[in-house]
Protein backbone atom coordinates (compact mmCIF):
# COMPACT_ATOMS: atom_id res chain seq x y z
CA UNK A 1 0.00 0.00 0.00
CA UNK A 2 1.52 2.96 -1.04
CA UNK A 3 2.18 6.03 1.26
CA UNK A 4 -0.14 7.92 -0.78
CA UNK A 5 -3.19 5.99 0.21
CA UNK A 6 -2.30 7.23 4.38
CA UNK A 7 -1.99 10.53 2.96
CA UNK A 8 -5.40 10.57 1.39
CA UNK A 9 -6.23 9.03 4.86
CA UNK A 10 -4.87 11.68 6.50
CA UNK A 11 -6.40 13.97 4.66
CA UNK A 12 -10.41 12.63 5.21
CA UNK A 13 -9.28 12.48 8.71
CA UNK A 14 -8.28 15.73 9.10
CA UNK A 15 -11.49 17.42 7.83
CA UNK A 16 -13.42 15.82 11.14
CA UNK A 17 -11.88 17.87 13.94
CA UNK A 18 -13.96 15.50 16.63
CA UNK A 19 -15.61 11.98 16.97
CA UNK A 20 -18.93 11.47 15.68
CA UNK A 21 -21.76 10.95 17.72
CA UNK A 22 -24.14 9.39 15.57
CA UNK A 23 -24.35 6.93 13.38
CA UNK A 24 -25.54 8.75 10.32
CA UNK A 25 -22.71 11.05 10.95
CA UNK A 26 -20.42 7.73 10.81
CA UNK A 27 -21.92 7.01 7.87
CA UNK A 28 -20.33 9.79 6.05
CA UNK A 29 -17.60 9.50 7.33
CA UNK A 30 -17.44 5.70 6.35
CA UNK A 31 -18.60 6.09 2.76
CA UNK A 32 -15.26 8.82 2.54
CA UNK A 33 -12.98 5.71 3.93
CA UNK A 34 -14.37 3.41 1.59
CA UNK A 35 -13.88 5.54 -1.79
CA UNK A 36 -10.30 5.65 -0.99
CA UNK A 37 -10.27 1.46 -1.83
CA UNK A 38 -9.89 -1.81 0.06
CA UNK A 39 -6.68 -2.43 2.60
CA UNK A 40 -4.63 -4.97 1.95
CA UNK A 41 -5.56 -8.59 3.39
CA UNK A 42 -3.55 -10.11 6.48
CA UNK A 43 -0.65 -12.18 4.99
CA UNK A 44 -0.68 -10.18 1.74
CA UNK A 45 2.69 -8.86 2.15
CA UNK A 46 1.33 -5.77 3.28
CA UNK A 47 -0.53 -6.78 6.53
CA UNK A 48 1.55 -3.76 8.48
CA UNK A 49 0.64 -1.56 5.87
CA UNK A 50 -3.34 -2.51 6.83
CA UNK A 51 -2.62 -1.75 10.66
CA UNK A 52 -1.09 1.59 10.19
CA UNK A 53 -4.10 2.65 8.13
CA UNK A 54 -6.68 0.88 11.16
CA UNK A 55 -4.17 2.70 14.23
CA UNK A 56 -4.47 5.95 11.85
CA UNK A 57 -8.18 5.87 12.01
CA UNK A 58 -8.43 4.92 15.69
CA UNK A 59 -6.31 7.65 17.14
CA UNK A 60 -9.38 9.91 15.21
CA UNK A 61 -12.63 8.28 16.44
CA UNK A 62 -12.85 4.89 17.44
CA UNK A 63 -16.52 4.25 16.66
CA UNK A 64 -15.30 5.11 13.22
CA UNK A 65 -12.47 2.42 13.02
CA UNK A 66 -14.91 -0.39 14.73
CA UNK A 67 -17.47 0.21 11.29
CA UNK A 68 -14.24 0.45 9.49
CA UNK A 69 -12.45 -2.82 10.38
CA UNK A 70 -15.74 -4.13 10.44
CA UNK A 71 -16.23 -3.84 6.25
CA UNK A 72 -12.35 -4.51 5.83
CA UNK A 73 -12.58 -8.09 7.46
CA UNK A 74 -15.67 -8.71 5.84
CA UNK A 75 -13.94 -7.69 2.77
CA UNK A 76 -10.69 -9.67 3.46
CA UNK A 77 -12.64 -12.55 4.34
CA UNK A 78 -14.53 -12.96 1.34
CA UNK A 79 -11.19 -12.63 -0.81
CA UNK A 80 -9.69 -15.35 1.05
CA UNK A 81 -12.54 -17.88 1.09
CA UNK A 82 -12.36 -16.83 -2.70
CA UNK A 83 -15.54 -14.79 -3.25
CA UNK A 84 -15.97 -11.65 -5.14
CA UNK A 85 -19.08 -10.07 -3.63
CA UNK A 86 -21.79 -8.58 -6.30
CA UNK A 87 -22.41 -6.05 -4.79
CA UNK A 88 -21.78 -1.94 -6.04
CA UNK A 89 -18.41 -0.63 -4.92
CA UNK A 90 -19.73 1.59 -1.97
CA UNK A 91 -21.31 -0.97 -0.37
CA UNK A 92 -20.96 -0.61 3.57
CA UNK A 93 -20.40 -4.16 4.87
CA UNK A 94 -20.49 -5.43 8.44
CA UNK A 95 -18.75 -8.21 10.00
CA UNK A 96 -20.89 -9.40 12.56
CA UNK A 97 -19.81 -12.66 14.95
CA UNK A 98 -20.47 -12.50 18.22
CA UNK A 99 -22.24 -15.50 19.20
CA UNK A 100 -24.19 -14.90 22.71
CA UNK A 101 -26.17 -18.26 23.46
CA UNK A 102 -29.54 -16.14 23.37
CA UNK A 103 -28.73 -14.76 20.27
CA UNK A 104 -28.30 -17.04 17.09
CA UNK A 105 -29.11 -17.15 13.70
CA UNK A 106 -30.09 -20.40 12.41
CA UNK A 107 -30.29 -21.46 8.44
CA UNK A 108 -33.59 -22.84 9.02
CA UNK A 109 -34.23 -23.88 5.27
CA UNK A 110 -32.80 -24.31 1.57
CA UNK A 111 -35.05 -24.32 -0.86
CA UNK A 112 -35.20 -26.95 -3.42
CA UNK A 113 -35.37 -24.36 -6.53
CA UNK A 114 -32.14 -22.38 -4.82
CA UNK A 115 -28.40 -23.03 -5.51
CA UNK A 116 -26.73 -24.81 -2.66
CA UNK A 117 -25.23 -21.92 -1.60
CA UNK A 118 -28.66 -20.03 -1.03
CA UNK A 119 -30.40 -20.21 2.43
CA UNK A 120 -33.00 -18.95 4.61
CA UNK A 121 -31.93 -17.24 8.35
CA UNK A 122 -34.37 -17.01 11.27
CA UNK A 123 -33.44 -15.35 14.71
CA UNK A 124 -31.58 -12.68 16.42
CA UNK A 125 -27.84 -11.37 16.21
CA UNK A 126 -26.72 -9.58 19.02
CA UNK A 127 -24.44 -6.20 18.92
CA UNK A 128 -24.76 -5.71 15.29
CA UNK A 129 -22.54 -2.61 14.94
CA UNK A 130 -23.52 -0.21 12.34
CA UNK A 131 -26.64 -1.92 11.96
CA UNK A 132 -28.71 0.86 11.22
CA UNK A 133 -26.77 2.03 7.77
CA UNK A 134 -24.39 -0.25 6.91
CA UNK A 135 -25.47 -2.26 3.68
CA UNK A 136 -24.95 -5.98 3.81
CA UNK A 137 -23.38 -7.77 6.23
CA UNK A 138 -20.90 -10.93 6.65
CA UNK A 139 -22.24 -13.43 9.57
CA UNK A 140 -21.62 -16.08 11.15
CA UNK A 141 -24.71 -18.58 11.35
CA UNK A 142 -25.92 -21.83 12.48
CA UNK A 143 -26.94 -25.05 10.71
CA UNK A 144 -27.62 -27.46 13.73
CA UNK A 145 -24.72 -27.08 15.54
CA UNK A 146 -22.27 -26.23 12.92
CA UNK A 147 -21.23 -22.62 12.11
CA UNK A 148 -20.93 -21.29 8.95
CA UNK A 149 -20.49 -17.48 7.03
CA UNK A 150 -23.78 -16.14 5.16
CA UNK A 151 -23.68 -12.55 3.56
CA UNK A 152 -26.76 -11.13 4.00
CA UNK A 153 -28.29 -7.46 2.07
CA UNK A 154 -30.09 -5.65 4.79
CA UNK A 155 -32.46 -3.73 2.90
CA UNK A 156 -34.47 -6.75 2.66
CA UNK A 157 -38.17 -8.19 3.85
CA UNK A 158 -37.12 -10.39 6.71
CA UNK A 159 -34.49 -8.08 8.24
CA UNK A 160 -35.72 -6.42 11.31
CA UNK A 161 -32.86 -3.40 12.65
CA UNK A 162 -34.00 -2.93 16.37
CA UNK A 163 -33.00 -0.31 19.20
CA UNK A 164 -32.54 -3.00 21.73
CA UNK A 165 -29.15 -4.42 22.93
CA UNK A 166 -26.99 -1.40 23.37
CA UNK A 167 -26.80 0.78 26.50
CA UNK A 168 -23.19 2.29 26.65
CA UNK A 169 -22.13 5.45 26.59
CA UNK A 170 -18.77 4.55 25.20
CA UNK A 171 -18.74 3.54 21.16
CA UNK A 172 -22.20 4.50 21.93
CA UNK A 173 -22.09 6.05 17.99
CA UNK A 174 -21.47 2.75 16.54
CA UNK A 175 -25.36 1.97 17.40
CA UNK A 176 -24.45 -2.02 18.28
CA UNK A 177 -27.87 -3.26 18.42
CA UNK A 178 -29.92 -6.48 17.67
CA UNK A 179 -31.04 -7.43 14.47
CA UNK A 180 -33.64 -9.47 13.78
CA UNK A 181 -33.98 -11.90 10.68
CA UNK A 182 -37.25 -13.64 9.75
CA UNK A 183 -36.88 -15.89 6.50
CA UNK A 184 -34.25 -13.57 5.51
CA UNK A 185 -32.14 -14.67 2.38
CA UNK A 186 -28.82 -15.43 2.50
CA UNK A 187 -25.75 -16.24 0.34
CA UNK A 188 -23.57 -19.11 2.51
CA UNK A 189 -19.92 -18.19 2.20
CA UNK A 190 -17.15 -20.80 2.51
CA UNK A 191 -18.17 -24.71 4.09
CA UNK A 192 -18.63 -25.52 7.52
CA UNK A 193 -16.61 -23.87 10.11
CA UNK A 194 -14.82 -21.85 7.49
CA UNK A 195 -14.77 -18.75 9.43
CA UNK A 196 -12.54 -19.90 12.36
CA UNK A 197 -10.58 -22.34 10.30
CA UNK A 198 -9.05 -20.48 7.51
CA UNK A 199 -5.25 -18.39 8.68
CA UNK A 200 -7.05 -14.76 8.26
CA UNK A 201 -9.02 -15.94 11.52
CA UNK A 202 -6.13 -15.12 14.05
CA UNK A 203 -4.73 -12.67 11.49
CA UNK A 204 -7.32 -10.46 11.88
CA UNK A 205 -7.55 -11.27 15.61
CA UNK A 206 -4.44 -9.81 15.92
CA UNK A 207 -5.17 -6.67 13.52
CA UNK A 208 -7.85 -5.84 15.98
CA UNK A 209 -4.92 -4.71 18.60
CA UNK A 210 -3.88 -2.08 16.05
CA UNK A 211 -7.44 -0.50 16.54
CA UNK A 212 -6.83 -0.14 20.56
CA UNK A 213 -3.49 1.29 20.02
CA UNK A 214 -4.56 3.75 17.42
CA UNK A 215 -6.76 4.79 20.39
CA UNK A 216 -4.19 5.15 22.70
CA UNK A 217 -1.57 6.98 20.72
CA UNK A 218 -4.51 9.73 20.70
CA UNK A 219 -4.17 9.58 24.61
CA UNK A 220 -0.76 9.87 24.84
CA UNK A 221 0.07 13.24 22.46
CA UNK A 222 -2.82 14.54 24.59
CA UNK A 223 -0.48 13.62 27.75
CA UNK A 224 2.51 14.77 25.60
CA UNK A 225 1.27 18.29 24.65
CA UNK A 226 0.11 18.75 28.32
CA UNK A 227 3.74 17.97 29.53
CA UNK A 228 5.55 20.55 27.10
CA UNK A 229 5.38 23.71 29.56
CA UNK A 230 5.92 21.16 32.39
CA UNK A 231 9.06 19.62 31.79
CA UNK A 232 10.36 20.61 35.37
CA UNK A 233 7.22 18.63 36.97
CA UNK A 234 9.23 15.35 38.01
CA UNK A 235 5.36 13.63 38.27
CA UNK A 236 4.55 14.52 35.10
CA UNK A 237 8.21 13.42 33.23
CA UNK A 238 7.71 10.26 34.89
CA UNK A 239 3.87 9.49 33.54
CA UNK A 240 5.01 10.34 30.68
CA UNK A 241 7.98 7.73 30.55
CA UNK A 242 5.64 5.22 31.51
CA UNK A 243 3.40 5.93 28.24
CA UNK A 244 6.43 6.02 26.08
CA UNK A 245 7.69 2.84 26.97
CA UNK A 246 3.95 1.06 26.63
CA UNK A 247 3.47 2.80 23.40
CA UNK A 248 6.70 1.57 22.30
CA UNK A 249 5.84 -2.06 23.66
CA UNK A 250 2.85 -1.89 21.84
CA UNK A 251 4.33 -0.62 18.43
CA UNK A 252 7.07 -2.92 18.52
CA UNK A 253 4.81 -6.07 19.27
CA UNK A 254 2.44 -5.35 16.54
CA UNK A 255 5.44 -4.66 13.68
CA UNK A 256 6.85 -8.25 14.94
CA UNK A 257 3.58 -10.13 14.56
CA UNK A 258 3.05 -8.05 11.25
CA UNK A 259 6.33 -9.55 10.19
CA UNK A 260 5.80 -13.08 11.16
CA UNK A 261 2.36 -13.15 9.43
CA UNK A 262 3.85 -11.99 6.05
CA UNK A 263 6.63 -14.58 6.27
CA UNK A 264 4.51 -17.23 7.21
CA UNK A 265 0.76 -16.14 5.40
CA UNK A 266 -0.79 -19.81 5.48
CA UNK A 267 0.79 -20.68 9.67
CA UNK A 268 -1.67 -21.03 11.89
CA UNK A 269 -1.04 -17.68 14.23
CA UNK A 270 -3.44 -18.24 17.42
CA UNK A 271 -0.25 -18.28 19.98
CA UNK A 272 1.05 -14.96 17.73
CA UNK A 273 -2.02 -12.93 17.83
CA UNK A 274 -3.06 -14.08 21.80
CA UNK A 275 0.49 -12.95 22.56
CA UNK A 276 0.18 -9.94 20.53
CA UNK A 277 -3.36 -8.53 21.75
CA UNK A 278 -2.30 -9.32 25.61
CA UNK A 279 0.60 -7.07 25.41
CA UNK A 280 -1.32 -3.97 23.93
CA UNK A 281 -3.96 -4.64 26.13
CA UNK A 282 -1.63 -4.19 29.14
CA UNK A 283 0.02 -0.99 27.19
CA UNK A 284 -3.43 0.63 26.48
CA UNK A 285 -4.31 -0.09 30.31
CA UNK A 286 -1.18 1.59 31.23
CA UNK A 287 -1.69 4.67 29.03
CA UNK A 288 -5.38 4.82 30.11
CA UNK A 289 -4.06 5.11 33.74
CA UNK A 290 -1.23 7.05 33.61
CA UNK A 291 -3.04 9.83 31.00
CA UNK A 292 -5.61 10.02 33.53
CA UNK A 293 -3.87 10.28 37.06
CA UNK A 294 -1.37 12.91 34.95
CA UNK A 295 -3.63 15.03 33.48
CA UNK A 296 -6.59 15.08 36.03
CA UNK A 297 -10.01 16.30 35.80
CA UNK A 298 -9.59 19.14 32.89
CA UNK A 299 -9.27 16.87 29.63
CA UNK A 300 -11.96 14.50 30.70
CA UNK A 301 -14.39 17.89 30.82
CA UNK A 302 -13.13 20.06 28.74
CA UNK A 303 -11.64 18.13 25.68
CA UNK A 304 -14.04 16.22 23.62
CA UNK A 305 -12.09 14.08 21.95
CA UNK A 306 -9.90 12.95 24.77
CA UNK A 307 -13.01 12.58 27.11
CA UNK A 308 -14.57 10.42 23.95
CA UNK A 309 -11.65 8.41 23.79
CA UNK A 310 -11.61 7.79 27.35
CA UNK A 311 -14.98 6.59 27.46
CA UNK A 312 -15.05 4.40 23.83
CA UNK A 313 -11.25 3.12 24.24
CA UNK A 314 -12.63 0.66 27.55
CA UNK A 315 -15.39 -0.75 25.69
CA UNK A 316 -13.33 -1.43 22.48
CA UNK A 317 -10.48 -3.21 24.67
CA UNK A 318 -12.94 -5.64 25.99
CA UNK A 319 -13.00 -7.08 22.70
CA UNK A 320 -10.60 -8.84 24.22
CA UNK A 321 -11.37 -11.83 26.36
CA UNK A 322 -8.71 -10.50 29.33
CA UNK A 323 -7.79 -13.70 31.74
CA UNK A 324 -9.79 -16.54 29.10
CA UNK A 325 -7.33 -15.58 26.43
CA UNK A 326 -4.28 -15.19 29.07
CA UNK A 327 -5.72 -19.07 29.83
CA UNK A 328 -5.75 -20.38 26.26
CA UNK A 329 -2.36 -18.77 26.00
CA UNK A 330 -0.93 -20.46 28.67
CA UNK A 331 -1.57 -23.75 27.07
CA UNK A 332 0.18 -23.55 24.24
CA UNK A 333 3.04 -22.83 25.89
CA UNK A 334 4.95 -25.99 25.51
CA UNK A 335 8.55 -26.40 25.56
CA UNK A 336 8.06 -26.45 21.55
CA UNK A 337 6.06 -23.53 20.68
CA UNK A 338 7.23 -21.23 23.43
CA UNK A 339 10.05 -19.39 21.70
CA UNK A 340 11.68 -17.96 24.66
CA UNK A 341 15.29 -18.14 23.48
CA UNK A 342 17.11 -14.98 22.95
Known amino acids: MAASFL ?4 DVLACHDAPAETIFELATLLDQLIALGPLPCPGSGETLSRWRALYQVAGHDLALTKLYEGHTDALAIMAELGVTPDTP ?9 AEPPQARVQISAQASHYHDDQAR ?27 RLAAVALDQEGVTVTDRGWQAIGMQATASVEVGFSDAHATLIGGFDAYI ?15 WLGGAHALARTLQAGAASRQDDPLM ?20 AAAVIDAHPDREARTLALRTRAIIEHSVEQIIAHCGRAL ?12 HMMADLPVYLRQSHAERDLSALGKLCDDASSGWSL
Open 237 to 256: MAHLGHVDVALQTGLIALRD
Open 296 to 307: GAGPFCRDRHFA
Open 121 to 147: LNGTKAWCSGAPMVTHALMTVWHEDRQ
Open 7 to 10: QRLS
Open 89 to 97: DDARWAMWA
Open 197 to 211: ARPGFWQGGAGIAAC
